[in-house]
């Protein structure tokens, strides 16, 4: 089972299905990635720890 703090930090991303786990403040945050992939459920994932993002504030629910 995937946990927020795994989901916040990038480690792992919730299928489209499982949007209701994804914690309120990722849904104001820019760094909340939506990915469809062709061979695979579309799923959202925390796009903070990529290396070409497109800022280097760190988002709020990270100390």
Do not use: H
Not at 9 to 29: A, K, M, N, Y
């Amino acid at each position: 089972m995937i946990t927020a703090e795994d989901f916040r930090t990038g480690r792992q991303g919730l299928p489209f299905s499982c949007v209701d786990e994804i914690p309120e403040c990722c849904f104001r945050c820019w760094y909340l990635v939506y990915q469809e992939a062709a061979c695979a459920l579309p799923y959202y994932f925390c796009g903070y720890n990529l290396p070409d993002r497109i800022t280097q504030d760190k988002p709020a629910c990270l100390p």
